[in-house]
């Protein structure tokens, strides 16, 4: 397994690489995990290489740990040998997930950029600073538990940013997961408002603190 960040950009070219044993005759590897909800419709599929295993390079954002494991066959489960390290699964205590760690970007990088533009054009480039600003502020798979395709149905459902997200209920995002099916259902939602809150306030390092307590977004 290999990472690479892609600059100016808060995603990594992650590489999974599926070991095939000869006695052991594989004919289809996916990658499920936290960054596909899980799901087999949305799965990341490995194709076999040149060396007779099964490998894809695809983007995950930064920022956060992924759970994940590889669906063998579609009916055996394996891990992924050099992952980060080896988790308990929030949904099943006796099953360890591989868990795959990538660093959030440097703000000091971000930061230099807007100085750049702004240098070269004040007026204009302040505002486009502003906008980028919010970009990276309503991405709500910074929240730990969030992956892309629940942030994408909390959009739908009216919750699109840290403000929104912070003020809303439990009961409403629970009814907003419900609505979109029952693998959707199963996530608990009780820390994201309080996640949400201090990302809102741009309290990052309060926020890292309370997701280094958590696990999958629920409180260890």
């Known amino acids: 397994m290999k990472k690479e960040l892609i600059k100016n950009q808060a995603v990594y070219a992650v590489t999974f690489n599926y070991n095939v044993i000869p006695t052991n005759p594989v004919e289809s590897v996916v990658v499920l995990g936290d960054f596909n909800e899980w799901s087999l419709e949305n799965g990341f599929v490995l194709k076999p290489n040149k060396a007779g295993d099964f490998e894809g390079k695809f983007k995950i954002p930064a920022g956060r740990d992924y759970h994940f494991r590889y669906l063998v066959n579609g009916n055996r489960w394996a891990n992924e040998k050099d992952a980060d390290r080896f988790e308990a699964s929030p949904l099943h205590p006796h099953i360890d997930n591989s868990v795959l760690s990538l660093p959030a970007v440097e703000e000091k990088v971000v930061i230099k950029a807007e100085k750049t533009k702004k240098e070269v054009a004040p007026a204009k480039t302040s505002k486009a600073g502003k906008e980028s600003k919010k970009s990276t502020a309503d991405d709500l798979t910074i929240i730990e538990g969030i992956g892309p395709k629940i942030a994408e149905i909390l959009s ?5 940013d840290f403000a929104s997200l912070a003020s809303s209920k439990k009961s409403a995002i629970a ?11 199963m996530h608990d939602p009780t820390t994201w408002p309080q996640q949400a809150k201090l990302a809102a306030a741009g309290k990052w390092e309060q926020l890292k603190k309370l997701q280094d307590e958590l696990k999958a977004g629920k409180a260890k």
């Open 156 to 160: 739908k459902g009216g919750i699109a």
């Open 175 to 185: 009814e907003i997961l419900n609505n979109a099916g029952s693998r959707f259902a």
